[in-house]
């Protein structure tokens, strides 16, 4: 306390601190200790159904688990002011917040016996009352991904594990960095592009990532060997996307993604005049604890439609 003291005014110090106590009472209050104790019940629930999601050796166990999961989160999620609840970060999905603290989006995903992957998710809109968008994965009916956007009901699922916002004018645009399984021989990580249009309703992918050459991507797409790991991600110190440069094992496997792996060059994305534009041959050192990156105008854009099922 003396060392504080002496570093900074007295009065600079209680400002500090009723404003820490301020927040913490205010975070405290926005849940009733009554919405609290459900709350924390319907956690300790999606907590057991999570523990048959990932352990069940039955694939028709995971499936049940997961949509008891839906159900139990979606009742959760309808106690009021439940959007300040802190989720314990053990539960079996991923929670991503965005810098502006506007909403959350949940993702998780189901095993199949055959190594596949079917996502699950839901957007929580910061709001007093549920305002809330179920998540449908329709990857496997959606054809050309990197070139469309969709809504929440057509979803491209994955597991997201980052997060940037950024802005192009007046309009703000969430960048998420998720993982997918894919299939038995590769998996992908996506680079997609989030926002809500003028009626506040999600939209997925967007016309803003500009490759070398000129093409314009909705979303980004990195494809590698299931045996290998491959970064993409915010890099916080570099101030740009960043991810694994891949290449194929011999040039005779050139377009067959399960064979391609990183080769220790990096690649990326900064952002510049409302557009994340392609970056090659990003000179990069791992930094001294090793941690390697691994992670204009308003504009609408016209829906994709699917193929039926």
Not at 20 to 36: G, H, R, V, W, Y
Not at 178 to 206: H, T
Not at 270 to 297: F, Q, S
Request: hydrophobic share 35%; proline share 3%; net charge positive.
């Amino acid at each position: 306390m003396v060392l504080i003291l002496n570093t900074i005014s007295m009065k600079t110090y209680i400002a500090v601190l009723f404003t820490f106590i301020s927040f913490l009472s205010k975070a405290q209050n926005q849940i009733s200790p009554e919405d609290f104790k459900q709350i924390k019940l319907y956690e300790d629930t999606i907590r057991m159904y999570g523990d048959t999601l990932i352990n069940s050796q039955e694939k028709d166990n995971r499936t049940i688990a997961s949509y008891r999961i839906i159900k139990t989160l979606t009742k959760a999620l309808k106690v009021k002011n439940s959007f300040y609840y802190t989720w314990d970060s053990s539960l079996p999905w991923k929670v991503m917040i965005p810098e502006d603290g506007s909403f959350k989006i949940f993702t998780w995903y189901t095993r199949s016996n055959e190594d596949m992957y079917k996502f699950f998710g839901t957007i929580q809109v910061k709001s007093d009352t549920l305002k809330m968008f179920p998540l449908i994965d329709y990857s496997e009916f959606t054809d050309h991904q990197e070139d469309i956007n969709v809504d929440n009901n057509n979803w491209i699922g994955c597991l997201y594990y980052g997060i940037k916002t950024v802005k192009a004018g007046k309009k703000t645009y969430y960048t998420l960095f998720g993982w997918d399984g894919n299939n038995m021989s590769s998996n992908k990580k996506v680079m997609e592009i989030f926002s809500f249009n003028k009626q506040g309703k999600p939209r997925f992918g967007a016309p803003i990532i500009q490759m070398e050459g000129g093409k314009i991507l909705n979303r980004f797409i990195l494809e590698f060997s299931k045996e290998a790991s491959a970064s993409l991600n915010w890099n916080v110190n570099e101030k740009k996307v960043m991810y694994d440069h891949i290449a194929p094992n011999g040039d005779a496997l050139e377009g067959f993604y399960a064979n391609y792996v990183p080769d220790g060059t990096y690649e990326g994305f900064e952002w510049k005049k409302g557009k994340w534009r392609h970056v090659d041959n990003i000179a990069y050192e791992k930094r001294e604890d090793g941690n390697a990156p691994n992670v204009g105008k308003i504009r609408e854009f016209e829906l994709y439609t699917p193929k039926a099922k």
